[in-house]
């Protein structure tokens, strides 16, 4: 089955904990991206990569760091996480440039 | 369409009946759009996609209509039914992807 999953679903942490978030697509897409969902507003890009070992900022990469070693993970990395990055998560891939396939979200608590 | 605060447009349809979700877009110069579902719980799925130059594209059950001069999106569901429940949001594209907040969509029997 064509998926993309993420680990964990649900995370509670403090403030200024390392965390990573995994995602993984088994669909071989080039382009993935990681967004974050907040009420009110919609989804607002993080990160994105258009291959291995290529990735580049979105719209609020502040914070957040990527990395693409291999073609089906996309993993993100909160180095030092603070309470304005509690949202819930999702990573996308595609073959194109726009988001087909999402998983089903990381909903993170930081306290 | 577009949302304000934090709560969503809410349309409620009653099974079987035809569902017309509407989005207003705000850039002129986009170029694509696509309609995505999220149920509660879940990711956005990909639904349909539509290119500027054209007005209506069709999928299964599924219809966007494509407004330019008014700027305006919609997405018709026929026959809707009980597992189209979910939110439905737009998102137009110029240099990159913007996304709408949504409307929720109530399917009552």
């Known amino acids: 089955e064509a998926q993309v999953t993420q680990n964990p679903r649900y995370l509670i942490t403090v403030t200024g904990k390392k965390l990573t978030v995994t995602c993984s697509q088994n669909?071989?897409?080039?382009?993935m991206s990681w967004y974050r969902q907040d009420p009110g507003l919609g989804l607002r890009q993080i990160y994105y990569s258009m291959n291995v070992e290529v990735t580049d900022k979105g719209d609020v990469p502040e914070g957040y760091k990527v990395s693409r070693k291999e073609k089906r993970n996309f993993p993100l990395i909160l180095e030092s996480p603070s309470p304005n990055q509690t949202s819930l998560y999702f990573c996308?891939?595609?073959?194109?440039?726009?988001?087909?396939?999402f998983g089903p979200g990381t909903r993170l608590l930081v306290l | 369409g577009e949302s304000v605060g934090l709560h969503l447009p809410t349309l409620s349809v009653q099974e079987g009946d035809n569902s017309i979700i509407n989005c207003a877009y705000s850039?002129?110069?986009?170029?694509?759009f696509i309609w995505y579902k999220q149920e509660s719980g879940k990711g956005p799925q990909f639904i349909i996609d539509i290119r500027s130059n054209m007005d209506k594209r069709q999928g299964q059950r599924v219809t966007v209509l494509l407004n330019k001069t008014v700027k305006h999106l919609s997405l018709q569901i026929a026959a809707t039914q009980p597992g189209d429940s979910a939110v439905y949001f737009c998102a137009e594209n110029t240099d990159k992807l913007i996304f709408g907040t949504g409307t929720r969509l109530q399917v009552f029997p």
């Open positions: 996308a891939s595609s073959p194109t440039g726009d988001p087909q396939y």
């Open positions: 850039n002129s110069a986009s170029d694509y």
């Open positions: 669909m071989n897409h080039e382009y």
